[in-house]
Each structure stands twice: as C-alpha cells, then as structure tokens.
C-alpha cells in the first residue's frame, strides 16, 4: 500500500511522494479544502490504514489549490450542530460535546498513529519529508506558511 494506490477517498488524495513516504492531499480545492462529513470519515479511514502499513515510514499533509484549508465547511455541517437533539439544554450541551469529540478524532488519529509525527509547513513537499525523517524542528529548515 505504500504506493497509495490502493487508498481511494472522495475528499483526500493519496500518492507516494517517494520510498517509504505517503502524501495525503486535501482534495476539494473548489471548496477551498473546507472539512465536510466525508472528510471526517475519510481522515480516520486513510490513517487508519497508513497506520497498518509496515513501508511508510513518513506522511506528509497539504491542500490542494492556493489554502490549505477554509476549515469547517458550514454549509455542509452547519446544520448538523444546530440541530442537535436533546430534551434539555444539558443533554443537547452533551450531545454536542460528543458530536464534536467524535470529529477531533479525525485529528487525534494523526497523533495515534504508529510513527512519530512531525508537522512543518513547507512548499516544498520533500523538504518536508527529509526533515521528518531527520526529526528536524521548524526551527533548522527553511519554511513558510502556505
């Protein structure tokens, strides 16, 4: 699977930027990358199984198109947080609180994963890469906010 090519998501795209590395791509430049129910689901299953797979050693995250994401695509979602039931404004508080844990699991998958994550936000997708797997901070390459 380190190729990629057997991940295939409507949100996100997954390539083999070189050995051992994955890109996983926030594909919805048209959206501006903005995260909608799919994307959510998508994030768990593409780390999920990035996790099982013995030949990747380093992901690398980015956006499609000129961001990197708009964030929350509320057109999209922004009913299902308004809408959340309950009988009371306690249990519609918790209904909430669970429906928002259960999104940052998408995130917290990253953190779960079997390799040790580094984050850098870089043009250059190899730069990336090669500090991730020389475990440089921010610091020591040359980088820029997309």
């Known amino acids: 699977?380190?190729?990629?090519?057997?991940?295939?998501?409507?949100?996100?795209?997954?390539?083999?930027?070189?050995?051992?590395?994955?890109?996983?791509?926030?594909?919805?430049?048209?959206?501006?990358?903005?995260?909608?129910?799919?994307?959510?689901?998508?994030?768990?299953?593409?780390?999920?199984?990035?996790?099982?797979?013995?030949?990747?050693?380093?992901?690398?995250?980015?956006?499609?198109?000129?961001?990197?994401?708009?964030?929350?695509?509320?057109?999209?979602?922004?009913?299902?947080?308004?809408?959340?039931?309950?009988e009371d404004a306690a249990r519609k508080a918790w209904n909430l609180r669970q429906k928002i844990r259960a999104y940052q699991e998408s995130f917290s998958m990253l953190e779960k994963a079997a390799w040790n994550m580094s984050m850098l936000q870089t043009e250059d997708v190899l730069k990336s890469v090669q500090a991730a797997m020389e475990k440089k901070g921010p610091e020591a390459v040359a980088y820029s906010k997309l």
């Not at 795209?13 to 594909?27: F, P, Q, W």
């Not at 990197?68 to 947080?81: H, K, Q, R, V, Y």
């Open 1 to 86: 699977m380190a190729s990629g090519a057997a991940l295939s998501f409507e949100t996100l795209r997954v390539t083999s930027a070189r050995d051992h590395v994955l890109h996983v791509e926030l594909n919805r430049p048209e959206k501006r990358n903005a995260m909608n129910v799919a994307f959510w689901r998508e994030m768990v299953e593409c780390f999920q199984a990035i996790s099982q797979d013995s030949a990747c050693r380093a992901v690398v995250i980015s956006g499609a198109g000129p961001i990197f994401t708009a964030g929350i695509d509320l057109m999209d979602m922004g009913n299902s947080f308004l809408t959340v039931g309950g």
